[in-house]
């Protein structure tokens, strides 16, 4: 029989340090009040209990999900993580209470507030990951494209796929600002890597006129007479406007202002503090540590 505690578990804020705090809580048959990330903000005065990442406990805990609840169920935990779902450690625990409990039909369970708030999340997450397959704009610095995106969830695993199989003989970087990670590619071999704080380089002649050309196109084949402003910005929401040329000023589109962009662009999203990856492709770090 699980007891509530009075407790914080603290954790790395890697995905397999919150599966050590599933185990922590059947090892002790405790509930703890919350769980949040070392370094995150942790809103109420308990006492905090550090629950050390143990790569072992970890696969104990992976490996019983598609035993005990199903494929479907792991993945939907995995997914779960990378969202920004508000308090989503303890979304997680509560639904994998629910799943060790019910096994597979806890999929089912929609009208359930703890597997519906999790469906929801991991949805968002889809969505706003789909959306970036088409909205992520790409600038060549010599030997590699890189481009900047400021998601709410954390979508580089979940686009890797997407980009990796599209640009199979290029090097390129997808940097995440907003978690501080960055996808990186050169043929043959990728990682996600942790990235804080890069600046891309200013384009070259041969890259602003490229730029030139898309917005040119970009507006030479919309009609003007059909125009819907509403209409765009529900399918191409604001808060992606800062990264993509073609809506930042030129040919009577006006770049966003720097009140919208505050409010549109800079989501409050707790930043994953580690990535445990492979090391860097060598033309990547190049662009990285040697700006153009």
Same mark, same amino acid.
């Given at each position: 029989m699980?007891?509530?505690?009075? /407790?914080?578990?603290?954790?790395?804020?890697?995905?397999?340090?919150l599966l050590c705090c599933v185990f922590e809580s059947y090892a002790w048959k405790e509930i703890p009040l919350t769980i949040h990330a070392d370094g995150g903000e942790q809103g109420l005065l308990l006492e905090a209990k550090w629950i050390e990442t143990d790569m072992d406990k970890a696969a104990r805990v992976l490996k019983? $999900? +598609?035993?005990?609840? !199903?494929? *479907?169920? =792991? =993945? /939907?935990?995995? $997914? !779960?993580?990378?969202? %920004?779902? +508000?308090?989503? *450690?303890? /979304?997680?625990?509560?639904?994998?209470? $629910?799943?060790?409990? &019910? !096994?597979?039909?806890?999929?089912?369970? $929609?009208?359930?507030?703890? @597997?519906?708030?999790?469906?929801?999340?991991? #949805? #968002? /997450?889809? &969505? *706003?990951? &789909?959306?970036?397959? !088409?909205? @992520?704009?790409?600038?060549?610095?010599?030997? @590699?494209?890189?481009?900047?995106?400021? +998601?709410?969830?954390? @979508?580089?695993?979940?686009?890797? *796929? &997407?980009? %990796?199989?599209?640009? #199979?003989?290029?090097?390129?970087?997808?940097?995440d600002q907003t978690h501080g990670a960055a996808l990186i590619h050169e043929p043959g071999r990728e990682a996600i890597v942790p990235l804080s704080g890069w600046t891309p380089p200013d384009p070259d002649e041969t890259e602003e006129a490229y730029r030139r050309l898309w917005t040119g196109f970009y507006h030479a084949i919309g009609i003007k007479e059909r125009r819907n402003d509403r209409l765009r910005s529900s399918k191409m929401p604001k808060r992606y406007w800062k990264h993509m040329v073609e809506m930042n000023g030129g040919d009577g589109m006006p770049a966003l202002t720097a009140a919208q962009r505050k409010k549109a662009l800079q989501p409050e999203v707790p930043a994953i503090p580690e990535v445990r990856e492979t090391p860097a492709p060598s033309a990547v770090l190049q662009l990285i540590d040697n700006p153009i």
């Open positions: 699980f007891k509530p505690s009075a /407790l914080a578990y603290t954790y790395d804020g890697s995905f397999e340090g019983s $999900l +598609p035993l005990r609840i !199903g494929r *479907e169920a =792991e =993945e /939907l935990v995995r $997914l !779960g993580f990378w969202s %920004c779902a +508000p308090d989503k *450690e303890m /979304l997680l625990l509560n639904f994998l209470y $629910l799943g060790f409990q &019910h !096994g597979r039909k806890v999929m089912n369970m $929609l009208a359930d507030d703890t @597997v519906n708030a999790l469906m929801k999340a991991v #949805q #968002q /997450l889809r &969505h *706003e990951a &789909h959306l970036y397959t !088409g909205f @992520v704009r790409f600038s060549v610095y010599g030997p @590699v494209m890189a481009a900047v995106i400021e +998601p709410q969830g954390y @979508v580089l695993p979940v686009i890797r *796929e &997407h980009f %990796c199989d599209r640009f #199979q003989g290029e090097s390129f970087m997808i940097y």
